[in-house]
T-cell receptor, first 112, second 112 residues
Framework: DQQVKQNSPSLSVQEGRISILNCDYTNSMFDYFLWYKKYPAEGPTFLISISSIKDKNEDGRFTVFLNKSAKHLSLHIVPSQPGDSAVYFCAARKFGNEKLTFGTGTRLTIIP | DAGITQSPRHKVTETGTPVTLRCHQTENHRYMYWYRQDPGHGLRLIHYSYGVKDTDKGEVSDGYSVSRSKTEDFLLTLESATSSQTSVYFC???????????FGSGTRLTVV
């Protein structure tokens, strides 16, 4: 039962353009969402998060949008840079629960 | 990552042998986690700890045990390794709050 889904295993984007990564969830009890970035042979690193009381959070080139009614979130990266090439995981958490539930990941490739 | 180290980084073991993976932190964080990463599954929580001698199961805990006798060390033991436990194992730490999960660099375990 995959409660957090990333339906696109891979995505290729031209350098300088916008990258949009999508994530859907099924559990309405999730109230906090995070995005992680992972390079090969390294652990995931935290990128950006959003609480369910917000619908947008921005940090530099990264913006996360949350649509609670659709149970959908997206990560926008603009402009995309070669160093953004990595696997991106979205994750979700219920309030007061220690468990982060991860999606299966999307491999983003930025084409120079 | 600074403050969290996993050992060994790579291990090949035979089916039926016991294996222990170690996670060591220098941050004095309360929470520690063990995840496994597999293709098509993202990261899945195995066990976590919320203090010395305080541990709980995650979503894929069967076949694994953990121990935390000191704040800085969290051990993951496969009592009798099976081929299905071939995976990349990540440890994570967290001080508190919803953000701030810091992951180690991972241990690649192969069970032959």
């Amino acid at each position: 039962d995959q409660q957090v889904k990333q339906n696109s295993p891979s995505l290729s984007v031209q350098e300088g353009r916008i990258s949009i990564l999508n994530c859907d969830y099924t559990n309405s009890m999730f109230d906090y969402f995070l995005w992680y970035k992972k390079y090969p042979a390294e652990g995931p690193t935290f990128l950006i998060s959003i609480s369910s009381i917000k619908d947008k959070n921005e940090d530099g080139r990264f913006t996360v949008f949350l649509n609670k009614s659709a149970k959908h979130l997206s990560l926008h990266i603009v402009p995309s840079q070669p160093g953004d090439s990595a696997v991106y995981f979205c994750a979700a958490r219920k309030f007061g629960n220690e468990k982060l539930t991860f999606g299966t990941g999307t491999r983003l490739t930025i084409i120079p | 990552d600074a403050g969290i180290t996993q050992s060994p980084r790579h291990k090949v073991t035979e089916t039926g042998t016991p294996v222990t993976l170690r996670c060591h932190q220098t941050e004095n964080h309360r929470y520690m986690y063990w995840y496994r990463q597999d293709p098509g599954h993202g990261l899945r929580l195995i066990h976590y700890s919320y203090g010395v001698k305080d541990t709980d199961k995650g979503e894929v805990s069967d076949g694994y045990s953990v121990s935390r006798s000191k704040t800085e060390d969290f051990l993951l033991t496969l009592e009798s390794a099976t081929s299905s436990q071939t995976s990349v194992y990540f440890c994570a730490i967290r001080a508190g709050g919803a953000d701030g999960y810091t992951f180690g660099s991972g241990t690649r375990l192969t069970v032959v």
